[in-house]
């Protein structure tokens, strides 16, 4: 296999069927994946430890600031990209490939879901995937048991309210909820 992590950051971000050799390097990274996530889960670790174990999950460098509450779970982790200050609490599923961009400040609730590929809708060809970011702002707050789906941004200042099914785009300081969500107001507080 030829493909390297440049190579497979490319073709993410290119929103293209993903195929062939670039789905036997999925399966390379998800192994990773599994290894160092059941290292995090499994075992008690500082936080220190936490912070590397993570910049060897995603292979950047994650700042010190960062938090995590295990169980974590991820089936890539090499395209997730975190912040300053972010907390992600217990039981949270990313789902990578398609990219997970995390900005400063960000706190993610318990057992939130962030799911960056999509099927297609042809029952012949169900197994073709096709990767889709998301992006999250800056000071985002994503409540417990959302779940935020592929080609969505939130914008700075944003609330997810509890159990939200996020499928289009969070205009910033904005509290969205419900499924699918629906902005809810605009955060004037200052």
């Not at 936080?47 to 950047?60: H, M, N, P, Q, Y």
């Not at 995590?68 to 779970?73: A, D, E, M, N, W």
């Not at 702002?137 to 914008?155: D, E, H, K, P, R």
């Not at 809810?184 to 200052?190: A, G, L, Q």
Request: glycine share 8%.
């Amino acid at each position: 296999m030829n493909i390297d992590l440049k190579e497979f950051y490319s073709k993410m971000a290119s929103g293209e069927l993903v195929e062939g050799e670039m789905l036997e390097y999925f399966h390379k990274l998800s192994q990773e994946a599994i290894k160092i996530t059941m290292e995090i889960n499994n075992k008690y670790h500082t936080e220190k430890e936490i912070v590397k174990l993570f910049s060897k999950l995603t292979a950047k460098e994650i700042d010190s600031s960062f938090r995590l509450f295990p169980p974590f779970y991820t089936d890539c982790g090499k395209n997730i990209t975190v912040g300053k200050n972010v907390f992600i609490n217990a039981c949270c599923k990313f789902q990578d490939q398609g990219g997970i961009v995390i900005g400063d400040g960000v706190l993610i609730g318990h057992n939130v879901t962030l799911a960056t590929l999509n099927h297609d809708q042809r029952p012949e060809f169900r197994q073709n995937i096709y990767p889709k970011p998301i992006k999250i702002g800056n000071n985002v707050w994503v409540g417990s048991n959302a779940t935020i789906l592929g080609g969505v941004s939130i914008g700075d200042g944003a609330i997810v309210g509890a159990n939200a099914l996020v499928n289009k785009d969070v205009p910033p300081n904005t509290i969205v909820a419900g499924i699918p969500a629906k902005v809810i107001r605009k955060i004037t507080e200052k």
